[in-house]
């Protein structure tokens, strides 16, 4: 079971030709859409994203975005901080924080 979901995370997030490397064989970005494989292997109830989709190309930062807005349906809670207004837009909820203030 547990294999069967790492293989449909890889080839959800394009990682299913690097299951076999170790870390120093794959980019900045295969390394940051393998963590977040990691952290949606155990269905959490919560998940904290600094800011996700940095090191990500376009196309790999809105399959993140609407893996994390589906998992937001499905009960999961997303607390992500970003400076980048396209991912803020795939929020239901966004705080503003400007100097110091709320």
């Known amino acids: 079971e547990t294999r069967a979901k790492v293989e449909r995370l ?3 997030f394009g990682l299913e030709g690097i ?3 170790y870390p120093y064989q794959i980019s900045g970005g ?3 859409r393998t963590a977040v494989c990691r952290a949606l292997i ?3 109830k919560l998940i904290f994203a600094d800011e996700p989709t940095g090191a990500l190309d376009s196309k790999s930062a809105t399959d993140l975005l609407d893996t994390l807005a589906r998992l937001n ?3 999961t809670t997303i607390m992500m901080v970003t400076h ?3 991912a803020a837009s795939f929020c239901r909820r966004v705080l503003y924080i400007q100097d110091g203030r709320l």
Request: hydrophobic share 30%.
């Open 73 to 75: 349906e499905a009960e």
């Open 30 to 32: 295969q390394k940051q």
């Open 84 to 86: 980048d207004a396209f």
């Open 10 to 12: 890889a080839k959800r």
């Open 19 to 21: 299951l076999e490397q």
């Open 42 to 44: 155990s269905d959490p």
